[in-house]
């Protein structure tokens, strides 16, 4: 049996990612069982549910279930009521504990509703997507959508994160190329010998080979787990994992208002070759380590420009939403080299001819 354990560090807070192949249920009981709760709440993507469900409900000794349709539109307003109304129905006191099975739509939904339900109970995350393992699962950030992605959510670590790469073996090809995306940011961000290995592993990665993903979840995991563990609260270094996300949520909120299909992941890759190209364009990267980094997004076959076009002005309204922005005033995460990265404001002529740019 294959396992990998990543801690991550936060003194009373600290909780453990655990990454096996194919004994997910058994080890989710057994740390739910070691966290002694009064009761559990069962928070599950019901296709999720449909192909994974059996077990670890019978692990978990049958608990009470709450399914969440798929898709990013149930992380909204109404999905968090319904999760509330669930936790009430439940009973769940505050030893109770949500479990979150699904991708990183129900790990950020239910990881909201236990962050404010009786003012936080705890969760435990069991990510079912390449995406929610290498990045959403690890780290406590929660949260849902409101007209932009992620505008209202809170702080809140699981007390344990287990995650089963057998569960990989149903995940449809966009969305482990989604996940792939992912963690080529984490690699950018990371350096070697991350980036080595992803560039190695690359054809297996790519056909979602569990064996070869996992120590590269791993490896991602324990980059953020190191990043999380230095700046929780992004006071600093954690705003490095926005790499790729200024453009991509822009994208996001954009594909969601035309109706286009565009995975998280998918639009991290854009944005992270995206900042390649500024990075380039501002004299951080040379032509070779920018060379480099797309060919590593190329191999991984991720895509590397916008799928449809689009300008700044179609983007402005939405990059105005980002986060990192301080006093309208857009800041981007952009990378100096393979494992070193820096903030920068950059002008809008060169933000045009990035956007525009393939190559
Ligand atoms: N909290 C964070 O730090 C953080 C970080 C990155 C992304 N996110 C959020 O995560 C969300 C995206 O997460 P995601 O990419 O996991 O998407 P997702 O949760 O929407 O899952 C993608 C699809 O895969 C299906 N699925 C899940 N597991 C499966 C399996 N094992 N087999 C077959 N199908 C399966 C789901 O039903 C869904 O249709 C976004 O809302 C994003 O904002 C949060
Ligand atoms: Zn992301």
């Known amino acids: 049996m294959t396992r990998r354990e990543v801690a991550v560090d936060l003194g009373p807070r600290s909780y453990s990612v655990s990454l096996t192949l194919g004994d997910g249920p058994a080890l989710l009981a057994e740390r739910v069982a070691a966290l002694a709760p009064s009761g559990v709440l069962l928070v599950a993507d019901a296709t999720v549910a449909d192909l994974h469900g059996g077990p670890v409900r019978r692990a978990l000794g049958d608990p009470p279930v709450a399914l969440v349709a798929p898709g990013e539109r149930s992380k909204g307003v109404a999905g968090l009521e319904a999760l509330w109304t669930a936790l009430r129905e439940a009973g769940l006191d505050r030893d109770g504990l949500v479990v979150a099975l699904g991708g990183g739509v129900v790990g950020d939904l239910a990881g909201f509703a236990a962050a404010t339900w009786l003012r936080g109970v705890r969760v435990v995350h069991a990510p079912t997507t390449l995406l929610s393992m290498v990045d959403s699962a690890v780290g406590g950030k929660t949260g849902i959508d409101l007209g932009g992605k992620n505008l209202v959510g809170a702080f809140h670590q699981p007390s344990a994160v287990v995650a089963d790469l057998a569960w990989l073996a149903t995940l449809p090809a966009r969305e482990v190329a989604s996940g792939l995306g992912e963690a080529w940011k984490t690699a950018v961000l990371a350096g070697d010998p991350l980036l080595a290995d992803l560039e190695r592993a690359a054809p297996r990665a790519?056909?979602?080979?569990?064996?070869?993903?996992?120590?590269?979840?791993a490896a991602c995991a324990a980059h953020k787990a190191a990043v999380v563990g230095r700046d929780e609260r992004e006071a600093g270094e954690r705003a490095s994992l926005n790499l790729g996300h200024t453009l991509g949520h822009a994208l996001e909120a954009r594909a969601l208002a035309l109706g286009h299909d565009l995975p998280h992941g998918a639009a991290v890759a854009i944005g992270v070759a995206f900042a390649c190209r500024l990075a380039r364009a501002l004299g951080w990267l040379d032509e070779p380590a920018r060379a480099r980094l797309l060919a590593a997004g190329a191999a991984l076959g991720l895509p590397l420009a916008p799928p449809?076009?689009?300008?700044?002005?179609?983007?402005?309204?939405?990059?105005?939403?980002?986060?990192?922005?301080?006093?309208?005033?857009?800041?981007?995460?952009?990378?100096?080299?393979?494992?070193?990265?820096?903030?920068a404001a950059v002008p809008d002529d060169v933000v045009a001819a990035a956007l525009s740019s393939r190559s």
Do not use: E, F, M, N
């Open 206 to 217: 790519r056909a979602g080979d569990p064996a070869a993903l996992l120590p590269l979840v």
């Open 308 to 343: 449809w076009p689009v300008t700044l002005d179609d983007l402005r309204p939405l990059l105005a939403l980002d986060k990192k922005a301080r006093a309208g005033r857009l800041r981007w995460v952009l990378p100096r080299g393979p494992g070193a990265w820096g903030l």
